[in-house]
């Protein structure tokens, strides 16, 4: 492996640290010499999902933290980084994941991320974006952040109980939160019926009115995740196109391949696709796995989980830990909030979803201290490049870079002008840079072990700046910024 960087070289000093470089592979800049570029990232595959860009030998410049060349010619850097054998590719952006922790955001970074959006909901402070805003900027996330108003959080915060439908008075109280979310830079309106039955179509049609008036989406966790009656995943979409038509709202339907598609994907598909058709802007995502997890005290397993999901108890598993459960630990487990993951998904919906070109990757995880979580969360992007497309072959390598890269940026930069330079490997794009090893990339969390970093993404670049190399990460670089709506 003759990749390398010099970044990692910079604790050291004078001759020790030129010999580092050296030995590294590392372009020097000499005193004197005309280094044009603060990073030269040298010989690579450059890839561009938007553009179709597809060669080897590129040569790319940044200074700052943009991109400002890309090029066969030879130029020189301050520091220059040899991506011969690698792929050179936009940063992934992560368009369904949760709140930038400070531990969880390194498994990202190691899984090619540069962008992490909470767009299932930005959790903690029931819907006050603004504080949401200023906590995580105070706590100098590595990455890229940002997220959507929590519409369950603030139906808690006036006072809605989760099997309740909020009557009209409270509808109101919600969309004026909502509205002032988004003008505190939320990115989208963010729903999940499934978590609180007792949402109303009127509710959704209510957020849906919002989000058309403010030009952002609404992210669902549809209604039903199966399809036993009476509630499928087909009434689930269906409720949400119906109210898209009605109001002309965007949607995007969250992990499809565990909410609103399980058991139906092909008709899953083919009922968005014809809406689509039809001229809806509606999009989803999925994440590589063949089973999902969530809290055990959720609605999710309320009554009747065995038959809607096709599984038993000894198919249930305590994320982090190699439990399996019982009828008792699950009593047990019910009453706290701990995750467990269900062995549910068919490895058919998986790939139906990942070929549907409407259908974008998302984690829907990050890890969290006590590491009891989803592997999703630490290896949902290397996962889709090492098994969907280097061994099974489901997608192209561009085809997932597409899913990872422009795709979520388009969904969501109507609103968000930072995303109008993210997603891409361009000239005049945010230098959101990740290099890997398509030989060799790979995810190794596991259910038992989640907390286990991907291999083979060489180096990830965030705002111009190294965060990973290949001796590890740079964790004094904090890079990250907050990624705001804006309607000015």
């Known amino acids: 492996m003759q990749a390398r960087t010099g970044v990692a070289c910079g604790l050291l000093a004078g001759l020790s640290a030129l010999l580092c470089l050296l030995s590294a592979g590392v372009t020097v800049a ?3 010499g005309t280094a044009a570029y603060d990073i030269v990232i040298r010989s ?5 999902p938007e553009t179709g860009l597809d060669a080897v030998g590129l040569n790319v410049g940044v200074r700052g933290r943009t991109i400002v060349v890309i090029t066969r010619e030879r130029i020189r850097g301050r520091v220059g980084i040899d991506a011969a054998g690698l792929v050179v590719a936009p940063g992934f952006i992560d368009i369904l994941s ?18 992490n959006l909470a767009m299932h909901g930005a959790e903690g402070t029931q819907g006050d974006m603004a504080a949401w805003y200023r906590i995580h900027e105070r706590q100098r996330p590595p990455v890229h952040f940002g997220g959507a108003f929590h519409y369950e959080a603030a139906r808690t915060r006036v006072g809605v109980g989760r099997y309740q439908s909020a009557a009209a008075e409270k509808i109101a109280l919600l969309a004026g939160l909502a509205e002032k979310a988004l003008e505190e830079g939320a990115l989208g309106i963010a729903m999940s019926p499934e978590y609180a039955p007792g949402t109303s179509t009127a509710e959704i049609e209510a957020m849906m009115r919002v989000a058309v008036r403010y030009k952002v989406p609404v992210v669902f966790h549809v209604r039903y995740a199966d399809m036993t009656p009476p509630g499928t995943n087909l009434d689930a979409l269906n409720e949400v196109v119906a109210a898209a038509r009605k109001t002309g709202a965007a949607a995007h339907i969250g992990h499809i391949t565990s909410t609103g598609g399980t058991f139906s994907m092909v008709e899953s598909l083919q009922l968005l696709d014809a809406a689509r058709k039809e001229g809806l802007d509606i999009t989803a995502d999925a994440y590589p796995y063949s089973f999902w997890a969530t809290y055990l005290n ?12 096709r599984i038993s108890y000894g ?18 487990y019910r009453k706290t909030r701990k995750v467990a993951v269900a062995y ?14 409407f259908v974008m990757i998302g984690s829907d995880s990050i890890l969290e201290p006590g ?12 996962r889709t490049l090492s098994l969907y497309v280097r061994d099974r072959q489901v997608l192209t390598l561009m085809e997932a870079l597409s899913k990872m890269t422009i795709m979520p940026a388009r969904r969501l930069e109507a609103q968000a002008p930072a995303l109008r330079r993210k997603g891409r490997l361009q000239v005049g794009a945010d230098a959101d840079i990740v290099i890997f090893d398509p030989a060799r990339v790979r995810d190794r969390a596991t259910v038992e072990r989640p907390n286990q970093f991907a291999e083979g993404i060489e180096y990830v670049l965030i705002s111009g700046k190294v965060v990973k190399d290949p001796r590890g990460f740079r964790r004094d670089v904090r890079a990250g910024e907050a990624i705001r709506a804006v309607f000015r």
């Not at 955001?105 to 540069?114: C, E, M, N, Q, S």
């Open 98 to 115: 949760y709140n930038p922790n400070g531990y969880g955001d390194w498994y990202k970074i190691a899984d090619g991320v540069t962008t």
């Open 315 to 332: 198919d249930l598993q305590i994320a982090g830990t190699s439990e399996r459960l019982t009828a008792e630990s699950f009593q047990r």
């Open 298 to 309: 959720s609605a999710r397993f309320d009554p009747g989980w065995q038959k809607r999901f």
């Open 344 to 357: 549910a998904i068919p490895e058919g919906d998986i790939v139906a979803a990942l070929r549907s070109p």
């Open 30 to 32: 000499q005193p004197g």
């Open 371 to 382: 590491n009891n979580n989803h592997p999703r969360a630490a290896g949902t992007f290397t």
């Open 44 to 48: 690579g595959r450059g890839m561009d």
